[in-house]
């Protein structure tokens, strides 16, 4: 498939995914961004929230299917904001045993 890696194109199928690809890349002004040469991954991948914490927002329902994901993948969720689900995230994290995995920042003002 043009224009897709060749390391990613055996996860890809080739009816939906070709299509999709090949329209985004065309749509796509790709002038000066260089191709990446490698998807190993060489460090811990970083999760990024920032939002109020509140209930509306999921964040329990992405600490579950954190939990459930290979332990060997490494990854960090850092989180960036405060409010009343600060003690429930970082009592669920805890209890799954995410705590080393999880970074709450909480509330950073605008600069």
């Known amino acids: 498939m043009p224009g897709i890696p060749l390391d990613l194109q055996d996860n ?3 009816a939906a995914n070709s299509l999709a690809a090949e329209a985004l890349l065309r749509l796509a002004d790709l002038t000066g961004i260089a191709p990446k040469t490698s998807y190993k ?3 811990p991948i970083n999760l990024l929230f920032v939002g109020r914490l509140v209930k509306q927002k999921g964040l329990d329902v992405l600490i579950a299917a954190l939990a459930k994901m290979d332990l060997a993948l490494k990854w960090r969720l850092i989180i960036v904001g405060d409010g009343p689900e600060w003690p ?3 009592g669920e994290a805890a209890r799954v045993g995410l705590a080393d995995r999880l970074e709450l ?3 950073v ?3």
């Open 12 to 14: 890809a199928t080739p």
């Open 41 to 43: 991954q060489d460090g």
């Open 105 to 107: 920042r909480g509330w």
């Open 109 to 111: 003002r605008k600069e």
């Open 88 to 90: 429930a995230i970082a």
